[in-house]
């Protein structure tokens, strides 16, 4: 390939002036499942019809704005594997609370820290101080209720999930199925 073509591709993507917005899209997936699907696109237009067709394919359908947002709270999520650490769980518990946690959950395999969203930063900070690794560790939207599925419903939501995140624009997708 000629220098002059490398240098013009090069040239064009640095003074480009394309701005990507962040749009949020909520809808129902099959049997109800409340779904948040969060893009960043340069084209508003391209990227609404491609979660709408995501969702129509799905069994799903698109909504509009507030109508499940309202079913889930924005909360900072930090996942630690409980083998990755040789803290007991009391322990733990004591550091993340002090740090300012508003919950700790204990599973077989992990802990789960959640915090509110403006203290995150400072709880995951002082985790990492204390030598902690992190399965995830992020700001998300949580579900206060959940939807259990049967089969046919769980493969057609497992379908919406896959054919949204398939499509560039789209950076997270939450839901509230009960997996």
């Given amino acids: 390939m000629p220098n002059d073509t490398i240098n013009n591709a090069i040239k064009k993507a640095s003074t480009s002036n394309e ?45 509009t704005t507030g109508c499940v947002s309202y079913m889930f709270n924005k909360k900072g999520v930090i996942v630690i594997e409980k083998a990755s650490t040789n803290m007991d769980e009391d322990e733990l518990m004591m550091l993340a609370l002090d740090a300012g946690a508003e919950d700790f959950v204990s599973t077989d395999e992990i802990y789960e820290i959640t915090t509110d969203p403006s203290d995150f930063t400072a709880v995951r900070e002082k985790l990492e101080e204390a030598g902690l ?30 054919r949204l995140e398939e499509l560039d624009d789209v950076a997270n997708i939450y839901h509230n199925w009960e997996e």
């Fill in 133 to 162: 690794e992190f399965l995830e560790a992020e700001v998300q939207m949580v579900p206060t209720t959940t939807v259990k599925l049967d089969e046919k419903g769980t493969e057609k939501m497992e379908r919406l999930i896959e």
């Fill in 19 to 63: 701005n990507y917005e962040e749009i949020t899209y909520e809808g129902y997936g099959p049997n109800g499942v409340a779904v948040i699907v969060q893009a960043a696109t340069d084209n508003k237009n391209r990227t609404a019809a491609d979660v709408r067709h995501a969702f129509d394919k799905s069994g799903g359908n698109l909504g």
